[in-house]
């Protein structure tokens, strides 16, 4: 009897408390957040995306045709705040630039392969991420440095043309543009962090291991619903097996790195300098101890993957539109020759310099196709408004940076690829604030100049040895795009180049 008093009462207590956890209105909807699609209970929009089979960047443009510059998308547990439109993403990330400068939470495969978010690109806010993005700017990509990697560069760009020229005559002169574009630009990194010489087969081995890496941090449902977490135990013991294979194939390579410099002279062929130089004893602002073995493969992977689809990818975007567009290649072509004058002598950086074609063929293509649709996610500090609405710190602030470049607001004729645009002055082309390929504020890439480089340098190479046709010979360029961490091309470009005489 006592023990059915005592149920009576726990029920009764019960009761109340289930009654206001099933009535009580979830916080985001006392919260005035941006319209957006109206969505089912606990998963919200989740399916809605997932069932469009569009990928998320174009779900994403319809979206902003109905809802406007600023919208919610409910995913799950997460809610997503994404903006496309200057003048906002100048609020929130320029005036505002300090509460919208973190990171939202992690998910627990991300977490393992940030090492708890000591990354650059992950680190919320704050003391971590100040000391690491400060030693990554100064040391390795202020302007003074990035001229003592000239070298690496020029060695890099030679061999680039060399693997296009034996592809090209081995498959009746047809080559594959993304792939070597990123092994010429993930052989200038690799030697960048490591500093130490590497055969071509050890490259291509790293450079699969971090592709690897990528595709298991691609976005799981269970990212948005963790309930689901125990469905995708499977996966969980995958990206456990990948970051040992990270650790493992990459720790060597720091450990080589370290004896070179312990014994200076013995490694003949190492570079005076590298990343992890920078690292191994890197102080961070409110820790006593230096980066640990994981942290330091964690934080050579960052540097590695940053710089490497995206710049591949945008040349792959640069090239196709060479190719859809004979007289911007010619007119290239020209400009290349004017400055290097009638010699054989190979176009460099210093070249490319004085090439005011180059560059707008460069912005042009960079506003055209963002690599990244999207800036890495934002979060707030502490909960604020944007445009009347809440901003909670739990949401994702997402910048749709092609929404931005394709706003006919600002750009007359956005969908035409015209380099033109930025030579004549028109309103977009002058103000910084209306594309955005690289962010913009506190979080902008700090790979910004480099990457500029690296794609001034290839293209100029790659069009003052080839002449670059479509394959198959006559056909149109499609110009849809898939995502694979970057936006790529849908059918990746294979292209016809022959050797200018
Ligand atoms: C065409 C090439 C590149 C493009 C289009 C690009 C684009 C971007 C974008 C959109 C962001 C996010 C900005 C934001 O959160 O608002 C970013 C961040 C970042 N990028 Fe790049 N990037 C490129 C090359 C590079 C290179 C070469 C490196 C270095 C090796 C690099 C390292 C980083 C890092 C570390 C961050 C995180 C910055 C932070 O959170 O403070 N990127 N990049």
Not at 183 to 206: N, R, W
Not at 370 to 389: I, R
């Amino acid at each position: 009897m006592a023990s059915l008093s005592s149920y009576y009462t726990l029920l009764a207590l019960l009761i109340p408390i289930l009654v206001f956890l099933l009535t009580r209105k979830p916080k985001s909807k006392r919260l005035n957040l941006p319209p957006g699609p109206p969505g089912w209970p606990v998963v919200g929009n989740l399916f809605q995306v997932v069932r469009s089979g569009k990928p998320f960047f174009e779900y994403v443009r319809e979206l902003r045709d109905t809802y406007g510059p600023i919208f919610t998308l409910k995913m799950g547990t997460r809610t997503l705040i994404i903006l496309s439109d200057t003048k906002l993403v100048h609020e929130a990330l320029v005036e505002k630039g300090a509460i919208f400068a973190s990171r939202p939470r992690e998910n627990p495969t991300r977490n393992i392969f940030s090492c708890n978010k000591f990354t650059v690109n992950s680190a919320v806010y704050g003391p971590v991420w100040r000391s690491l993005r400060r030693n990554m700017v100064q040391n390795m990509l202020s302007s003074s440095r990035l001229k003592e990697f000239r070298g690496v560069r020029e060695r890099a760009m030679d061999r680039f043309i060399d693997k296009l020229l034996s592809e090209a005559k081995a498959n009746d002169g047809v080559v594959w543009v993304l792939k070597n574009a990123r092994f010429a630009v993930f052989d200038i990194l690799v030697k960048m962090s490591f500093g130490i010489e590497m055969d071509e087969e050890t490259v291509e081995k790293m450079d699969q291991v971090m592709k690897k890496v990528l595709i298991t941090l691609d976005p799981r449902i269970d990212d948005f619903l963790p309930i689901l977490g125990p469905f995708f135990a499977k996966q969980w013991k995958k990206a456990l097996e990948v970051r040992k294979e990270q650790t493992d194939f990459i720790y060597p390579f720091i450990q080589q790195r370290k004896r070179a410099l312990e014994n200076p002279g013995s490694d003949k062929a190492a570079t005076s300098f590298s990343y992890l130089d920078t690292l191994f004893d890197l102080k961070i602002e409110g820790r006593s101890s230096v980066p640990t073995k994981d942290e330091l493969v964690t934080l050579c992977s960052e540097f590695l993957n940053g710089g490497t689809d995206t710049t591949g990818t945008a040349v792959e975007w640069g090239i196709a539109q060479l190719i859809a567009n004979p007289e911007v290649q010619r007119k290239l072509y020209e400009e290349i020759q004017n400055v290097v004058g009638s010699s054989d002598r190979k176009v460099d950086e210093k070249d490319v310099e004085k090439m005011p074609y180059l560059e707008a063929v460069v912005k042009e293509l960079l506003r055209k196709h963002p690599p990244t649709p999207f800036s890495l996610t934002h979060a707030v500090t502490e909960t604020t408004k944007l445009a009347g609405y809440d901003i909670p710190t739990d949401a994702n602030v997402d910048i749709f940076l092609s929404g931005i470049s394709d706003d006919p607001n600002v750009w007359s004729d956005p969908e035409r690829f015209d380099p033109n645009r930025f030579l004549g002055g028109e309103q977009g082309g002058g103000n910084d604030m209306t594309m955005l390929p690289f962010g913009v504020g506190r979080r902008i890439c700090p790979g910004l100049t480099m990457a500029t480089v690296h794609i001034h340098l290839m293209l100029a190479r790659m069009v003052q040895e080839f002449e670059w046709c479509a394959y198959p010979p006559g056909s149109e360029m499609d110009f849809s795009g898939k995502t694979e961490f970057t936006v790529v091309m849908k059918n990746t470009l294979r292209a016809v180049i022959n050797r200018r005489g």
